[in-house]
């Protein structure tokens, strides 16, 4: 069966500090993968998302970078955070139906 | 592009009762369209989809039903129970596109 892991849990940042969230999927082969930001009680926003490796559609442009460097990993950069970077990201990975990580809850203070 | 409404933003519920949550879509073209339930802290789970060829699908004691002609979708939760208190995410997607498109959620809350 499929199963995503992404790491850290939970993190807390300076502002101005780099950012590297990982995110890896076992299982499948060549899924669908997308990074999700979550403010506190909002809802879910799609940052990227890529269809095969090296290959990268950004939805907001922002201070965030994603990379694909294997086929069921995909990393999430920031060379600055800001302020309003905090919140909890999610990764997602599908085939057709899609289906979230743990999240890592990331603080900039 | 796609744009998904979801009403209410919040619901009370008292336990035993029936919920009912409403989306519309705008992308005639759509035809997958997921529930995800996400608890306090934790990542959105599926918890029920619907294929554009069906009309409605029961799991339990949650239900979807949709309505192409008039592009809405509604999730149905009958005999709630406390664990049900969540936020719940409607979305929807075209064949060939990538990406869901979610609505902004609703807080469900079941009064014991």
């Known amino acids: 069966s499929q199963t995503i892991h992404q790491w850290p849990a939970t993190l807390v940042q300076p502002v101005g500090s780099p950012l590297s969230l990982e995110c890896t999927v076992e299982g499948t082969s060549n899924p669908n993968l997308y990074w999700y930001r979550q403010a506190a009680g909002r809802g879910l926003q799609l940052l990227f998302y890529s269809v095969g490796i090296g290959q990268i559609s950004s939805e907001v442009p922002q201070n965030l970078s994603a990379s694909r460097p294997q086929d069921r990993q995909f990393i999430l950069s920031s060379k600055k955070l800001l302020l309003s970077d905090s919140g909890f990201y999610l990764c997602a990975w599908s085939e057709e139906t899609q289906y979230f990580g743990p999240g890592t809850r990331l603080l900039v203070l | 592009g796609e744009n998904v409404e979801q009403h209410p933003s919040t619901l009370s519920v008292q336990e035993g009762d029936s919920a009912v949550i409403k989306c519309t879509y705008s992308d005639s073209a759509s035809n997958y369209f997921p529930w995800y339930k996400q608890e306090l802290g934790k990542r959105p789970q599926l918890i029920i989809d619907?294929?554009?060829?069906?009309g409605e699908k029961k799991d339990q004691r949650i239900a979807v039903t949709l309505n192409k002609t008039a592009k809405h979708f509604s999730l149905h939760i009958t005999e709630t129970q406390p664990e049900d208190s969540a936020v719940y995410f409607c979305?929807?997607?075209?064949?060939?596109?990538?990406?869901?498109?979610f609505g902004t959620g609703t807080r469900l809350t079941i009064i014991p």
């Open positions: 619907i294929r554009s060829n069906v």
């Open positions: 979305a929807a997607r075209d064949f060939g596109n990538e990406k869901l498109t």
